[in-house]
């Protein structure tokens, strides 16, 4: 198991991965700030991974994420605190990062690559694309579609049924009441478009 980034991120990540007794052999990065992490060592990227590697993304940024995913096309998988609530009628997709304390329900389909947070909450039937997070304390109700690559706030709440476009920034606290189109930032309470 190799572990790609080094930031906060990776030490979460890596809890995960050790919680679960997974053999993490180490963590690389482009510009490693550390020479190990919680005794695993940290390299140097190189050009050239097998692609029978096992690997799990540790970049925070949705859109480095995908672009590391589609330069590296390895064996990715998902890593689930045990802490965490997955109800065995969900799907969580390939490189998908599941912290403590998180709730994934019934029904629900959650993409490739995604980040859902420390005690977020992804109730029954959401949809959610590759590369979204979903941040700690978010919360959506049931019936939410998220589209690739958006990210979700600390504290956010979305109300049932709402569509989210792709690549969306939700600020913290927002509560989301209307659907949100492609590209936007919304912030406030309730949801209001500002860019």
């Not at 790609?4 to 050790?18: E, N």
């Not at 096309?73 to 390939?94: E, I, Q, R």
């Not at 029954?124 to 978010?138: F, G, M, Q, R, T």
């Amino acid at each position: 198991m190799i572990i790609f980034g080094a930031s906060g991120h990776a030490k979460v990540i890596l809890d995960i991965l050790l919680a679960n007794k997974r053999e993490v052999e180490k963590i690389v990065d482009d510009a490693p700030p550390v020479e190990e992490i919680f005794g695993i060592p940290v390299e140097r990227c190189v050009e050239v991974y097998p692609e029978e590697s096992e690997a799990v993304i540790a970049i925070g940024s949705n859109t480095t994420r995908k672009k590391f995913a589609l330069k590296y096309p390895l064996h990715y998988m998902s890593a689930v605190h045990p802490a965490a609530t997955v109800s065995p009628f969900s799907k969580v997709g390939d490189g998908t990062v599941v912290m403590a304390y998180a709730v994934i329900n019934p029904g629900a389909q959650i993409g490739q690559h995604c980040i859902i947070n420390t005690a977020a909450v992804v109730e029954h039937d959401c949809e959610l694309a590759d590369y979204v997070h979903i941040s700690p304390n978010a919360a959506l109700a049931g019936n939410v579609t998220v589209g690739e690559g958006t990210h979700i706030g600390i504290g956010a709440c979305v109300i049932q049924g709402i569509t989210i476009g792709q690549w969306c920034t939700i600020g913290a606290g927002a509560v989301i009441i209307h659907d949100v189109p492609d590209g936007t930032t919304v912030v406030g309470n309730p949801g209001r478009i500002v860019k």
